[in-house]
């Protein structure tokens, strides 16, 4: 059991809880505004879509990054439409850019590399992947703590240095600016915002494009970091578990955060677990890989206490007489 | 003399075919209380809110301070030195006092700084007027009164100079009532205006200066309090005169219908609610619970009515010729329950739907799994005729009616199902004058057709007018019986604990 500790599978760990720490993220904004987001799955998907097609065709790491979240953002937009202006289910429209994300990255995926559905692989210079290793390569010289530290810290994507940055600038964002209390009042009671004269509008919309910005990078991370390349589903269902923990999280940054490395952790551990035994009885894959959901109902079911989603979340807002 | 602090000419509204406000002027001078009375449903609301800028108006003008303004949202209202103390507060529970006051005007995209100096701005005002608020404290924890003052403050914060409350004691307890009216009394002192919305004429008369009246969206008078007089005002109101007594000839009691014995409450915290309560209520005859709210009646009105639990005890409902009935609900027992939005109505749901809410699988309303939706239509536009409902639209939803007349939809279903038996709880809590005196007539009329009723009311003055018999509970108890002629002081007394007080 002790090889889970080892410096590989913390490694692993913090590279896969990235994308689930920039989707949960994503859903504070958007949620904490009071439009719930089911669609955090086909936004990361169409984003890590649109890098890893851009990134073939144009061979331009930043441009690829661009497009992933100008896509998302685009899906973001179509949920805000839906759910803001129109007023619409919010959960129906989530599920609907699922679908939209799943079918058009399939499509235009095959159209464009008859693959498929799959990209080539991204060349090099359309890659995120590593940091700069001549600048901390000294630190592997220093024996295998030095090593330790430099592979676990100095040498990850820029997407795990954003996402863990992304943590306290969302606390501070919420707690400490105008706009972060603007947004969690209006994901209570929109009309007291209302009444004190701000558009309610307007800062849904806001809050549903940091959600879109957030989805892109998660997506991105995926395509150009975790992988050089577009498969088919490969966001498989990280959207979801960035849904549950932020229900674990209470909605709260930092606990955010911990949720996601807990749920990375076990999906780093899974492959570790496979094969191996436990007092003389042999761990099936099928449970080491549904751990992660059962982790939520249990803990969810009783050991975190009352999660309590803000107040006005999935109810589009309708001035009263 | 100044220019008066508002000014309305001629301001019309509809919704739809409805014309809420028609060709309304108003004037309220500067540094006045103005009542603006009416039932519900007048308009009241609307004309608040078109000058609130939460609605245009179709027609008409608007000045403020003498200068003619347009108000397109609450921005411009705010600017224009109008708050508004909604009768739903604008709360964010979650947040502190604080924080909702600053909310909307932060002063700066960063809080710290804009905190500071709201907290000092706050406590100044809090100490000038009496307003006795933590401004840490979390909202959500606070008791209403205190999140109307909460509400108070936002708007002082945002230099509010004329500020409208609506109905803004409908949530209060009369001890916070009081107090409520003390800070309205400084502000007027502190030289702001204020505009009052209610429908209760004690209200009016204890401390405006000056009250306009408002009947079907029109405004028909305005007075000096000084001035004027409760009756007058309430004809004014309805538009014909009122009888603010209610006239009832002897009861004529017959056979127990409902018999209590032996009633005991537990709620799940293992707290007693009602303790060994026994009473019986006998066909043509109103028997009414008295008691200070939350001393068991709320329990024991459930229990009865079949929706609340039984520790132990029975409830016993008899037939015409005296035998014990199955206990059978909505069969001869009529129950109006105290709280119309959680367990009387469905909001959301048309007020024809709601009419036949409990009842609609009884024949008339259809055969098999088919309801015969004429037969429904029928039926509420029946009610809506006998209790006077406004509007009277059966396929409008029941949460689009006015509070008094929702109540009017259920005491109609309930009443018009012609029970054995009835259970009323706070048949006209929110109601106005007219729809009062019109329930209460009808409760005489049902007790003189030899029906049996149960009323539970926190209004003395409704125990005393319409009961023949006045039980009073104190911590679950019944503490005495006594007849209708029993003093406030005797009732009072009871209600506190007092056993020894009917007896003096």
Same mark, same amino acid.
């Given at each position: 059991?002790?090889?889970?500790?080892?410096?590989?599978?913390?490694?692993?760990?913090?590279?896969?809880?990235?994308?689930?720490?920039?989707?949960?993220?994503?859903?504070?904004?958007?949620?904490?505004?009071?439009?719930?987001?089911?669609?955090?799955?086909?936004?990361?998907?169409?984003?890590?879509?649109?890098?890893?097609?851009?990134?073939?065709?144009?061979?331009?790491?930043?441009?690829?990054?661009?497009?992933?979240?100008?896509?998302?953002?685009?899906?973001?937009?179509?949920?805000?439409?839906?759910?803001?202006?129109?007023?619409?289910?919010?959960?129906?429209?989530?599920?609907?850019?699922?679908?939209?994300?799943?079918?058009?990255?399939?499509?235009?995926?095959?159209?464009?590399?008859?693959?498929?559905?799959?990209?080539?692989?991204?060349?090099?210079?359309?890659?995120?992947?590593?940091?700069?290793?001549?600048?901390?390569?000294?630190?592997?010289?220093?024996?295998?703590?030095?090593?330790?530290?430099?592979?676990?810290?100095?040498?990850?994507?820029?997407?795990?240095?954003?996402?863990?940055?992304?943590?306290?600038?969302?606390?501070?964002?919420?707690?400490?600016?105008?706009?972060?209390?603007?947004?969690?009042?209006?994901?209570?009671?929109?009309?007291?915002?209302?009444?004190?004269?701000?558009?309610?509008?307007?800062?849904?919309?806001?809050?549903?494009?940091?959600?879109?910005?957030?989805?892109?990078?998660?997506?991105?991370?995926?395509?150009?970091?975790?992988?050089?390349?577009?498969?088919?589903?490969?966001?498989?269902?990280?959207?979801?578990?960035?849904?549950?923990?932020?229900?674990?999280?209470?909605?709260?940054?930092?606990?955010?955060?911990?949720?996601?490395?807990?749920?990375?952790?076990?999906?780093?551990?899974?492959?570790?677990?496979?094969?191996?035994?436990?007092?003389?009885?042999?761990?099936?894959?099928?449970?080491?890989?549904?751990?992660?959901?059962?982790?939520?109902?249990?803990?969810?079911?009783?050991?975190?206490?009352?999660?309590?989603?803000?107040?006005?979340?999935?109810?589009?807002?309708?001035?009263?007489? | 003399?100044?220019?008066?602090?508002?000014?309305?000419?001629?301001?019309?509204?509809?919704?739809?075919?409805?014309?809420?406000?028609?060709?309304?002027?108003?004037?309220?001078?500067?540094?006045?209380?103005?009542?603006?009375?009416?039932?519900?449903?007048?308009?009241?609301?609307?004309?608040?809110?078109?000058?609130?800028?939460?609605?245009?108006?179709?027609?008409?003008?608007?000045?403020?301070?003498?200068?003619?303004?347009?108000?397109?949202?609450?921005?411009?209202?705010?600017?224009?030195?109008?708050?508004?103390?909604?009768?739903?507060?604008?709360?964010?529970?979650?947040?502190?006092?604080?924080?909702?006051?600053?909310?909307?005007?932060?002063?700066?995209?960063?809080?710290?700084?804009?905190?500071?100096?709201?907290?000092?701005?706050?406590?100044?005002?809090? +100490? *000038?007027?009496? &307003?006795? @608020?933590?401004?840490?404290? $979390? =909202? %959500?924890?606070?008791? #209403?009164?205190?999140?109307?003052?909460?509400?108070?403050?936002?708007?002082?914060?945002?230099?509010?100079?004329?500020?409208?409350?609506?109905?803004?004691?409908?949530?209060?307890?009369?001890?916070?009532?009081?107090?409520?009216?003390?800070?309205?009394?400084?502000?007027?002192?502190?030289?702001?205006?204020?505009?009052?919305?209610?429908?209760?004429?004690?209200?009016?008369?204890?401390?405006?200066?000056?009250?306009?009246?408002?009947?079907?969206?029109?405004?028909?008078?305005?007075?000096?309090?000084?001035?004027?007089?409760?009756?007058?005002?309430?004809?004014?109101?309805?538009?014909?005169?009122?009888?603010?007594?209610?006239?009832?000839?002897?009861?004529?009691?017959?056979?127990?219908?409902?018999?209590?014995?032996?009633?005991?409450?537990?709620?799940?915290?293992?707290?007693?609610?009602? +303790? *060994?309560?026994? &009473?019986? @209520?006998?066909?043509?005859? $109103? =028997? %009414?619970?008295?008691? #200070?709210?939350?001393?068991?009646?709320?329990?024991?009105?459930?229990?009865?009515?079949?929706?609340?639990?039984?520790?132990?005890?029975?409830?016993?409902?008899?037939?015409?010729?005296?035998?014990?009935?199955?206990?059978?609900?909505?069969?001869?027992?009529?129950?109006?329950?105290?709280?119309?939005?959680?367990?009387?109505?469905?909001?959301?749901?048309?007020?024809?739907?709601?009419?036949?809410?409990?009842?609609?699988?009884?024949?008339?309303?259809?055969?098999?799994?088919?309801?015969?939706?004429?037969?429904?239509?029928?039926?509420?536009?029946?009610?809506?005729?006998?209790?006077?409902?406004?509007?009277?639209?059966?396929?409008?939803?029941?949460?689009?009616?006015?509070?008094?007349?929702?109540?009017?939809?259920?005491?109609?279903?309930?009443?018009?199902?012609?029970?054995?038996?009835?259970?009323?709880?706070?048949?006209?809590?929110?109601?106005?004058?007219?729809?009062?005196?019109?329930?209460?007539?009808?409760?005489?009329?049902?007790?003189?057709?030899?029906?049996?009723?149960?009323?539970?009311?926190?209004?003395?003055?409704?125990?005393?007018?319409?009961?023949?018999?006045?039980?009073?509970?104190?911590?679950?108890?019944?503490?005495?019986?006594?007849?209708?002629?029993?003093?406030?002081?005797?009732?009072?007394?009871?209600?506190?604990?007092?056993?020894?007080?009917?007896?003096?």
């Amino acid at each position: 059991m002790l090889e889970l500790l080892q410096v590989s599978n913390l490694d692993s760990t913090i590279r896969l809880a990235t994308p689930l720490l920039l989707a949960c993220l994503a859903g504070l904004y958007s949620e904490r505004s009071g439009v719930f987001d089911i669609g955090l799955e086909g936004k990361i998907l169409i984003a890590a879509f649109a890098g890893a097609a851009v990134g073939v065709t144009m061979g331009n790491a930043w441009i690829a990054l661009g497009a992933a979240i100008l896509t998302s953002v685009a899906f973001a937009l179509i949920h805000g439409v839906a759910c803001i202006t129109f007023r619409g289910n919010q959960i129906v429209s989530g599920v609907a850019i699922n679908f939209l994300a799943l079918g058009l990255a399939a499509v235009i995926g095959n159209a464009m590399f008859q693959m498929g559905g799959r990209s080539p692989q991204l060349p090099n210079e359309a890659r995120l992947q590593g940091g700069d290793r001549a600048l901390f390569s000294w630190m592997e010289d220093l024996g295998p703590v030095g090593e330790a530290v430099h592979n676990l810290f100095f040498d990850q994507s820029i997407f795990v240095y954003l996402a863990f940055a992304a943590v306290p600038f969302t606390w501070w964002v919420l707690f400490r600016t105008r706009f972060g209390m603007r947004l969690r009042a209006v994901g209570e009671n929109p009309a007291a915002v209302d009444t004190a004269g701000i558009s309610v509008t307007g800062l849904r919309y806001r809050a549903v494009i940091c959600a879109g910005i957030l989805c892109g990078l998660s997506g991105a991370t995926l395509s150009m970091a975790l992988n050089s390349g577009y498969i088919n589903n490969m966001s498989a269902g990280r959207g979801f578990i960035a849904l549950a923990a932020l229900i674990f999280a209470k909605w709260r940054p930092v606990q955010a955060m911990m949720a996601c490395l807990l749920f990375a952790f076990l999906e780093a551990s899974e492959s570790r677990l496979q094969g191996k035994e436990v007092l003389g009885f042999e761990i099936p894959v099928q449970l080491v890989q549904a751990l992660p959901y059962i982790l939520v109902v249990v803990l969810l079911a009783g050991f975190i206490g009352q999660a309590r989603a803000p107040k006005a979340g999935g109810v589009p807002y309708v001035k009263e007489r | 003399m100044s220019a008066p602090a508002i000014e309305l000419k001629g301001i019309s509204k509809s919704f739809g075919a409805v014309h809420a406000n028609r060709d309304i002027d108003l004037t309220v001078e500067k540094g006045t209380i103005h009542g603006i009375i009416g039932e519900n449903g007048a308009g009241k609301s609307t004309l608040m809110s078109i000058l609130y800028g939460f609605y245009q108006a179709d027609k008409g003008t608007i000045a403020v301070d003498g200068a003619r303004v347009t108000i397109k949202d609450s921005d411009a209202a705010i600017s224009l030195g109008i708050g508004m103390v909604h009768q739903h507060f604008m709360l964010v529970e979650p947040f502190t006092v604080l924080e909702n006051v600053m909310l909307g005007a932060e002063g700066g995209a960063l809080l710290n700084r804009g905190r500071a100096e709201a907290r000092k701005e706050l406590e100044r005002l809090e +100490k *000038e007027y009496e &307003l006795n @608020v933590d401004p840490d404290a $979390i =909202v %959500g924890d606070l008791p #209403v009164g205190i999140q109307q003052r909460v509400e108070i403050l936002k708007a002082l914060y945002r230099g509010a100079e004329i500020l409208i409350l609506d109905e803004p004691t409908g949530v209060l307890t009369p001890d916070e009532a009081d107090h409520l009216f003390r800070i309205l009394g400084q502000l007027r002192a502190q030289g702001k205006t204020v505009l009052l919305i209610t429908h209760k004429l004690r209200e009016i008369m204890a401390i405006t200066d000056d009250v306009s009246v408002m009947r079907q969206g029109q405004m028909v008078a305005s007075r000096h309090t000084a001035e004027t007089s409760v009756e007058e005002l309430a004809e004014l109101m309805v538009g014909r005169r009122v009888l603010l007594r209610v006239e009832k000839g002897e009861a004529n009691p017959g056979k127990v219908k409902l018999e209590v014995s032996g009633l005991n409450v537990v709620d799940e915290l293992g707290v007693a609610r009602v +303790k *060994e309560a026994s &009473l019986q @209520v006998r066909a043509g005859e $109103i =028997v %009414g619970i008295a008691g #200070v709210s939350g001393n068991g009646q709320s329990e024991l009105l459930e229990a009865i009515a079949g929706i609340g639990p039984i520790t132990t005890g029975s409830v016993e409902l008899f037939d015409i010729a005296g035998e014990p009935t199955p206990w059978r609900p909505r069969h001869g027992l009529g129950h109006v329950p105290e709280d119309r939005h959680k367990m009387g109505l469905v909001t959301k749901f048309l007020a024809k739907e709601n009419a036949v809410l409990g009842y609609q699988r009884e024949d008339e309303f259809g055969s098999g799994v088919m309801m015969d939706k004429g037969a429904v239509l029928e039926t509420c536009k029946r009610h809506m005729e006998a209790f006077d409902v406004r509007p009277p639209d059966p396929n409008l939803k029941a949460a689009n009616f006015s509070g008094g007349n929702q109540q009017k939809i259920v005491l109609a279903r309930e009443i018009e199902n012609d029970p054995d038996v009835l259970i009323v709880g706070q048949p006209t809590r929110g109601v106005d004058v007219g729809a009062i005196e019109a329930i209460h007539r009808r409760l005489i009329e049902l007790r003189d057709a030899g029906k049996a009723i149960l009323l539970v009311s926190v209004e003395l003055d409704e125990i005393r007018a319409l009961s023949d018999r006045i039980i009073v509970m104190f911590a679950g108890e019944i503490m005495g019986e006594v007849g209708p002629e029993a003093t406030e002081r005797e009732i009072g007394l009871l209600m506190s604990g007092v056993r020894d007080g009917a007896a003096a």
